[in-house]
């Protein structure tokens, strides 16, 4: 009877969790069903689900009208080039939070974690003008640090957590052993808190991916990502929801190849740890 009442649950929870799935994974379906239809048959009423002729028209005029492949460039060096310039600050920063602690600590995470409740509108202004004072409005490297300080705080905040759990014996022991700092930190730490820097990475990596706002407003030509792609296809002529759509599954495709590749990487990983 036991039995009988888990199979029931489990039955329920799997139904539930591929439902809300299937939920939140639907606005990302009808994308990339509608990148594939005529501007006609996007904007039909009722919408067309799969009864449509399938066409390739939309994939090839973005093709033509932008240069998908220097905004694609953009976009993975900005988001790339934050996150790693995020990691190599938040780390010894998480590592002194965790490791060697004041009586200020929690006040100091709890200030890092409260800058992201500022509007980042409130600070556009300042923010532009100094870009335009230093020459690097509608530069990379400026949108790599500027993201890199957006997400600074949520860096910490999680790697803060991960070191958390490493017990602090171990890193009196490499001491005792005649580690220095930056031997604890690269060869004792780190290696210990990967899957932690790994969530860490690929989390903000996403977020410097899809961040448009700044990237809207600090970029023009040079530096611009393909937030600034999808951008373009709004104009006042109205929106081309087809044309649309295939700007915007082009700018999501490699965002879920990743993430389906560290799935499948992930899931590995917890095998081979299972089979050890």
Not at 137 to 150: H, K, P, Q, S
Not at 223 to 247: C, D, H, N, Q
């Amino acid at each position: 009877m036991a039995r009988a009442v888990n199979d029931r649950r489990k039955l329920i929870n799997t139904t539930a969790a591929w439902a809300i799935g299937l939920l939140i994974f639907f606005p990302i379906l009808w994308t990339i069903l509608t990148s594939f239809k005529t501007e006609g048959q996007a904007i039909a009423s009722p919408p067309i689900f799969l009864g449509f002729d399938w066409t390739l028209e939309n994939y090839r005029v973005v093709m033509e009208r932008s240069n998908y492949g220097r905004f694609l460039w953009n976009s993975i060096i900005i988001a790339g080039g934050s996150t790693i310039l995020g990691l190599i600050v938040a780390v010894p920063a998480a590592w002194s939070m965790a490791f060697v602690p004041s009586k200020r600590t929690k006040d100091i995470l709890l200030w890092m974690l409260s800058t992201k409740m500022l509007p980042a509108v409130g600070v556009l202004y300042p923010i532009y003008l100094i870009c335009i004072r230093l020459g690097v409005l509608d530069n990379r490297l400026a949108l790599v640090v500027i993201l890199m300080l957006i997400n600074l705080p949520i860096i910490v905040w999680m790697l803060y957590t991960y070191f958390r759990e490493i017990p602090g014996e171990i890193l009196e022991a490499a001491r005792m052993d005649g580690a220095t700092l930056k031997e604890e930190i690269l060869y004792i730490l780190t290696p210990m808190a990967i899957p932690g820097i790994a969530s860490t990475l690929l989390l903000n990596f996403i977020l410097a991916w899809n961040e448009a706002f700044w990237t809207l407003n600090l970029t023009a030509v040079n530096a611009a990502p393909l937030t600034a792609f999808i951008a373009s296809y709004s104009s006042p002529e109205g929106l081309f929801f087809a044309k649309l759509s295939a700007a915007s599954t082009m700018a999501i495709a490699p965002i879920l190849i990743l993430g389906w590749f560290s799935q499948k990487q992930l899931v590995r990983g917890l095998t081979f740890g299972a089979v050890k």
